[in-house]
Nanobody, 120 residues
Framework: QVQLVESGGGLVQPGGSLRLSCAAS????????MAWYRQAPGKERELVAS???????RYAESVKGRFTISRDNAKNTVYLQMNSLKPEDTAAYRC??????????????WGQGTQVTVSS
């Protein structure tokens, strides 16, 4: 089994910053791409940012220049640094990882989600 556990969400004022973390644990052989998604009430889930095992990154247009995704492969952890937050960034954020387990089976795993609320 593989588990993803997120942390770092909360309430922040517009213009503020938050850093989300997502740590993977369990029967891990290797982790391929990792990503952050978000879903606001009444809206579809959207990909916020992704990072490959080699460190290549992609971002949604709405967060380019404000958010930075990174990973620590030694800790099986992905981060999302969010700066200049806006009310429209308010959503439930979930991490996703493509994990090859010790049985050499690759599956997609999700964290439980962490709420980010941007409000004055």
């Amino acid at each position: 089994q593989v588990q993803l556990v997120e942390s770092g969400g909360g309430l922040v004022q517009p213009g503020g910053s938050l850093r989300l973390s997502c740590a993977a644990s369990g029967s891990i052989f290797s982790i391929n791409a990792m990503a952050w998604y978000r879903q606001a009430p009444g809206k579809e889930r959207e990909l916020v940012a992704s990072i490959t095992s080699g460190g290549s990154t992609r971002y949604a247009e709405s967060v380019k220049g404000r958010f930075t995704i990174s990973r620590d492969n030694a800790k099986n952890t992905v981060y999302l640094q969010m700066n200049s937050l806006k009310p429209e960034d308010t959503a439930a954020y979930r991490c996703n990882a493509a994990v090859t387990n010790t049985a050499r089976s690759t599956m997609s795993y999700w964290g439980q989600g962490t709420q980010v609320t941007v409000s004055s």
